[in-house]
């Protein structure tokens, strides 16, 4: 074992333990069968979240099929798409549980590619009419059907729970389209894991890709802990770096930014094709970092030959839409040049002064490591608060995860003996655990936004905190309340989940959740007594009676309106939650009670003729719902209502009280009459196009 392997026998025992963790909540209720049969998918999923945090995978979604196709086996565990760039992700999974780890075999590695381009090959030829719709691989199967004209190549990604050893060359030759594979077994995923980078750095040996090394210039020797080189690249060199490592080249911002933009510039694409030699001059060029490079003196001055640990932190977006032109758009690259400025930063200053390179280095798309990092002054606040905010009785407490392994991390160093785990797990159990993405998982269901959340866990993540800095700045920090609150949706999300497996949905099970959850939250009002839920750590039984009786109604809901359409992607629409909105879903006697008792509305002014005591349970749930739209929103709507007609006049006059009472951050309380009538001009507002695009609000 070299000295970059000690640590790994630790390594396992923890990522065993997060395995172990993810099956067991994730088969809440179940035997130890179904235990077993959920560790395969636990595996993957921890080792997905893994990749994604270092920049290997985006927004995967799990998908288990497995069955023959045609003459062989189909098989993969989860997939992605990237349209901008014409590439499907597959993952798949040599699993076997054993404990130690046995070595994974270069025929093992080879089937389980071939296994994985099978998939699309059958999808391709429209294989998923054969299959039994309304389920998650028929979704999928019916997805890359439609893309696949698009899709130049497949990336399949094997991850095993062993050792490859040196296997030589793994077969990926297909003459319909290219296939590039991406092996990572346990101690592969060891190294990148436990680097404490967050990317697995990349070795570039510039002589090898460009047949010559790169002239640059030095900046002067400084005192500064960093070297600066300024150089111009071949377009068709960042081409082809980029064909081959992908989003790996770009710095976590500058990668989240791009996941949450999904769109290519088009001025760069019509200077690229209209006036290739002028691109160098139109273009502001990129900022990049690396670890270490190497330099010799050539006949025309100092040369680069090699760079370890290359990040793109600003120009990400010209790098990509480089790579679609000449990819898509067959556009000749041999006359762009781009401008580069590498900033060499010592690998134990990474962590500090990269992600204010990022920061200065992005000024014309503002892109602030604060929004997407674990550093950010929220996720440490939050994470203080969970090491000192107990659960009533003082027995207990939610362990916040602000950064990947932290609870493993925290397990070993209160000790491995019986007794030990056990204090720590009495302390901090399993199922009290939670991270970033499942935070704004949480938090954006709640918010009512169940379309973005069911976009994937990285770019609701990004969604959220944009949001959070929307509404409160760039360095709030939440308080005992907010975090008391955010434990509360988690509670409700987590009983909305065991629900879903008792129903046994055939597929689509985390969009049955999400909009399960935002339309108790949206019919409420906002209204279920989250301190209640903080306060007894369960929710009562008149919402989980609630969410057990909407939850499948809701699901035929979203199947249905998906009239055809793939409902996967349905579901990720805002018009598929104004639909569901409409729905005619019944508010308990038992429910309302409870709401009409743990918050009340505010109370209305001194000498008002109006009496919260007069209020029925609608006109309470009306005021409530016309108080959550903000000003803005309802001064689009009388603007909209006025300008297309749709609206009448008194209703759009309506609409532009409702505003001015929420500019005056609603110190006077709408009546019963005005928000009978403000729910029924936003449910016309929903049907017909006049809100404000959450879309564009989270991009």
């Given amino acids: 074992m070299s000295a970059k392997d000690i640590g790994f026998e630790e390594y396992l025992i923890t990522l065993t333990s997060r395995v172990a963790n993810q099956a067991i909540e994730a ?119 439609e893309v696949h004209n698009q899709v130049d190549r497949v990336r399949i990604v094997v991850i095993g729970d062993g050792i490859t050893g040196d296997i030589g060359h793994v077969d990926t030759e297909n003459e319909a389209f290219e296939v590039q594979a991406d092996i990572w077994d346990l101690r592969r995923l060891f190294r990148a894991d436990s680097s404490g980078r967050a990317y697995e750095p990349i070795e570039i040996d510039l002589v090898h890709w460009m047949g010559q090394p790169l002239t640059c210039i030095a900046s002067p020797e400084s005192e500064a802990s960093f070297n600066v080189y300024l150089a111009i690249l071949p377009g068709n060199l960042l081409h082809q770096l980029y064909h081959e490592f992908g989003a790996r080249l770009l710095e976590l911002n500058v990668r989240s930014f791009l996941q949450a933009r999904g769109k290519v510039n088009r001025g760069i694409r019509d200077t690229l094709k209209d006036e290739p030699s002028a691109f160098i001059a139109y273009n502001n060029g990129i900022s990049a970092t690396a670890e270490w490079v190497e330099t010799i003196s050539g006949s025309s001055g100092m040369v680069l030959t090699k760079i370890r640990g290359l990040q793109i932190v600003n120009g990400g977006q010209t790098v990509a839409s480089i790579h679609r032109a000449k990819d898509r758009d067959k556009i000749d690259l041999s006359e762009v040049y781009v401008q580069a400025k590498l900033t060499v930063v010592k690998p134990e200053q990474i962590e500090t002064l990269v992600p204010l390179i990022s920061r200065y280095a992005n000024t014309q798309n503002r892109v602030n490591e604060a929004d997407f990092s674990a550093n950010h002054p929220f996720h440490v606040k939050l994470q203080q608060l969970a090491l000192t905010v107990w659960v009533p009785g003082e027995q207990s407490r939610w362990f916040y995860e602000r950064a990947r392994g932290q609870y493993e991390v925290a397990q070993q160093r209160e000790g491995t003996t019986p007794a030990q785990l056990n204090r720590f797990k009495k302390a901090n159990p399993p199922n009290q655990r939670f991270d970033k993405v499942s935070l704004a998982k949480y938090s954006n269901t709640w918010a009512q936004l169940p379309h973005i959340v069911s976009r994937g866990g990285q770019k609701n993540f990004v969604a959220f905190m944009q949001q959070l800095s929307k509404a409160h700045g760039s360095r709030w920090e939440p308080d005992t309340a907010y975090y008391r609150h955010s434990i509360a949706k988690s509670i409700i999300f987590k009983h909305a989940e065991r629900l879903a497996r008792q129903h046994k949905f055939p597929g689509y099970r985390a969009n049955a959740i999400s909009y399960t959850v935002a339309l108790v939250s949206y019919r409420t009002a906002g209204r279920v007594d989250l301190d209640r839920i903080w306060s007894n750590q369960v929710i009562s039984q008149a919402l989980a009676d609630t969410l057990n009786s909407w939850m499948p109604k809701i699901y035929d809901a979203f199947v249905e309106s998906a009239a055809g359409r793939n409902v996967t992607e349905w579901c990720k629409k805002e018009e598929c939650w104004r639909h569901l909105q409409t729905l005619n879903l019944e508010v308990s006697a038992e429910l309302e009670a409870e709401l009409s008792q743990g918050q009340a509305l505010p109370e209305l002014p001194t000498g008002s003729s109006n009496s919260t005591d007069s209020l029925t ?83």
Wanted: glycine content about 8%; overall charge negative; charged content about 25%.
């Fill in 27 to 145: 088969a809440t209720g179940l035997d130890d069968v179904g235990v077993v049969a959920f560790k395969e998918e636990a595996f993957t999923e921890v080792v997905i979240a893994t990749l994604e945090d270092l920049g290997q995978l985006a927004d995967t979604q799990i998908c288990y099929f497995d069955r023959r196709l045609g003459r062989g086996i189909g098989k993969v565990n989860a997939w992605g798409l990237d349209e901008v760039n014409g590439q499907v992700t597959l993952v798949t999974t040599i699993f076997r549980g054993l404990g130690t780890p046995a070595s994974i075999t270069r025929t093992e590695l080879n089937q389980a590619i071939d296994r994985a381009v099978r998939v699309f090959s059958e999808a391709r030829r429209d294989w998923f009419s054969e299959m039994e719709p309304a389920s998650d691989t028929f979704d999928m199967m019916q997805r890359l059907h």
């Fill in 617 to 699: 349970a609608q006109d309470r749930e009306n005021i409530a719902r016309v108080m959550q739209i903000s000003a803005e929103e309802w001064v689009h709507i009388s603007g909209w209502g006025s300008r297309t007609g749709a609206l009448k006049p008194w209703q759009c006059g309506i609409a532009t009280t409702l505003a001015s009472y929420a500019a005056g951050s609603w110190a006077k309380i709408p009546s019963d009459k005005q928000s009978n009538h403000g729910v029924k001009i936003l449910a016309q507002a929903d049907r017909e196009g006049g809100r404000i695009s959450s879309e564009d609000e989270c991009s």
